[in-house]
């Protein structure tokens, strides 16, 4: 069975335009279609990472470290350091850790500096009077 498509048209000398006939076999298989093949088809998968944000809390401990509390500020800006260090290491779970450990000394500091200040305000006030 010869597969080669082939095409019979009218010379084109006539004034009519050319007849083109399909053959059968070429009919068939435009009837057809593409075949279909058993496997299945190839696919690309991407993993893509998803960014944890992880927050390093440098301004808050920079923060609490000049107006605040200077000595839980410097623990607490020492540590805002360690995350980003962390991040760029690829251990997102030492860098939650480590920006866990900065917020609860950052939220430390800033609760005594603000007790110490109310203290200080009652304290000139008692004297005063």
Known sequence: ????????FTPSNTDRP?????LK???????LGVPHHPAPPASTVIHIRSETSV??????????????????GFIAFAYSVKPTDRKM????????????????????????AII???LLIISILILQV
């Open 1 to 8: 069975m010869n597969h080669a498509i082939q095409t019979f």
């Open 18 to 22: 050319p007849n083109y006939e399909m």
């Open 25 to 31: 076999e070429e009919r068939d298989v435009a009837v």
């Open 55 to 72: 927050p390093d809390h440098v301004v808050w401990s920079l923060f609490n470290m000049l107006f605040m509390n200077c000595c839980l």
């Open 89 to 112: 290491v690829g251990d997102l779970s030492g860098a939650q850790a480590y920006a866990s450990t900065t917020k609860c000394l950052n939220t430390w500091a800033l609760i005594l």
């Open 116 to 118: 110490m200040t109310i």
